[in-house]
């Protein structure tokens, strides 16, 4: 049975500080009501038309289009390669929910890694999800707003939606950083005595 946040003081066991507990229960409820209205405005926004962009696969160049398959709607993770702990520890979430996203939207990972270098480290991580390269970066990266001169890549999300007039269009775009909506790592370990503490991704081997 899913919890409804707005029940949740209804069944919370009684701390010590119940001052401190009142707080986080109505802050919770705050955030939970905050996130509905910055869902709701994403989906006020006009979708910004894109061009049909190209990539390398590993089977050689793909346009964003054929990233839809036989979908209207398409789920683009903007990850900054093998080098990024952290992108890893996204993508490493994403493949374990790839059957649900697969239901609902196509997705793919987008990294400025060879294909090759993408087939590799996706192996040994066990990804299932398709990869595509964009290693100049291309006018998409630079474009869609994930590429900055002085740090170059930065990691993300983009929704995309193909009208049936073949035109693509974004729908909306996210940035990734610890704390956000897109892994839960640091949520939980903010569950723990101490908090997140010093700890950062590392590239431990995915158990099997």
């Not at 979430?93 to 400025?112: I, M, N, Q, W």
């Not at 998409?140 to 900055?148: E, K, V």
Request: aromatic share 12%.
């Amino acid at each position: 049975m899913m919890l409804c946040i707005s029940s949740y003081s209804t069944v919370m066991p009684t701390y010590p500080s119940e001052s401190a507990q009142t707080q986080i229960e109505a802050l919770s409820l705050q955030i939970h009501e905050l996130k509905a209205q910055l869902y709701q405005l994403k989906r006020e926004l006009e979708p910004t038309e894109v061009r049909d962009y190209r990539f390398q696969s590993a089977d050689g160049e793909v346009s964003l289009s054929t990233l839809f398959g036989d979908r209207d709607d398409l789920v683009v993770i903007h990850n900054m390669g093998e080098q990024c702990s952290y992108c890893t520890a996204w993508a490493d979430g994403f493949s374990g929910l790839a059957h649900y996203l697969d239901d609902r939207a196509a997705f793919c990972v987008v990294s400025p890694d060879s294909p090759a270098d993408q087939a590799r480290f996706a192996e040994s991580r066990g990804w299932k999800f398709r990869m595509v390269s964009d290693p100049s970066p291309s006018e998409f990266t630079r474009d869609l707003g994930f590429w900055n001169p002085d740090e170059g890549y930065w990691p993300g999300a983009s929704g995309f939606r193909r009208r049936p007039d073949g035109t693509l269009v974004r729908v909306a775009q996210a940035v990734f950083g610890p704390m956000d909506d897109f892994c839960p790592i640091w949520p939980l370990f903010e569950l723990l005595e101490g908090g997140v503490g010093d700890w950062e991704p590392r590239y431990l081997p995915p158990r099997r």
